[in-house]
Antibody, heavy 119, light 107 residues
């Protein structure tokens, strides 16, 4: 059974940093691109970026809204995906999801972790 | 970036209705379109990929159609469990982008 479980969310002050984790199981982690998607309360989904699979060198792509502030990485030995978020702003407050990216939609998602950026 | 527009942010429906949700891309996305269903407090669920391919386990009352820039999600005979917000997503180009969502409410 494919499982994705996010952790690491919480309350952080503006300008602060936070690292989210997404522990995965049930599939060969290195075979898949992995994406992060966020959703502010009551708003739409926003793709943040992905990290490619082993065959594509684990390179990354980001949305313009987070490029330079957020970094996606992966620990392939433990099948964990990370999202390092720096210089956080109030508008980064959202539920953050990791998703297994097969290049034609995201069939598997985590349950989400809530990040609140507030003083 | 490709913009995805769902013209209706919400609408009221009755159980048993046929429902059509539309999604328009700012350019041709060559059927690289997915539909998701999201219920409050839950992660999105992939319903359809490739504009028309139903995911395993999705009821056959759901169907997708369209081409070019214009796509549609249809639900025949709406059930209580279908009350949710629906999102389209294009994956033709990076960044993939989502529509603003269409929320179905019961009259």
């Amino acid at each position: 059974e494919v499982k994705l479980v996010e952790s690491g969310g919480g309350l952080v002050q503006p300008g602060g940093s936070l690292r989210l984790s997404c522990a995965t199981s049930g599939f060969t982690f290195t075979d898949y691109y992995m994406s992060w998607v966020r959703q502010p309360p009551g708003k739409a989904l926003e793709w943040l970026g992905f990290i490619r699979n082993k065959a594509n060198g684990y390179t990354t792509e980001y949305s313009a809204s987070v490029k330079g502030r957020f970094t996606i990485s992966r620990d392939n030995s433990q099948s964990i995906l990370y999202l390092q978020m720096n210089t956080l702003r109030a508008e980064d407050s959202a539920t953050y999801y990791c998703a297994r990216d097969r290049g034609r939609g995201f069939a598997y998602w985590g349950q989400g972790t809530l990040v609140t950026v507030s003083a | 970036d490709i913009q995805m527009t769902q013209s209706s942010s919400s609408f009221s429906v009755s159980l048993g209705d046929r429902v059509t949700i539309t999604c328009k891309a700012s350019e041709d996305i060559y059927n690289r379109l997915a539909w998701y269903q999201q219920k409050p407090g839950n992660a999105p669920r992939l319903l359809i990929s490739g504009a028309t391919s139903l995911e395993t386990g999705v009821p056959s009352r759901f169907s997708g159609s369209g081409s070019g820039k214009d796509y549609t999600l249809s639900i025949t005979s709406l059930q209580t469990e279908d009350v949710a917000t629906y999102y389209c997503q294009q994956y033709w180009s990076t960044p993939c982008t989502f529509g603003g969502g269409t929320k179905l409410e019961i009259k």
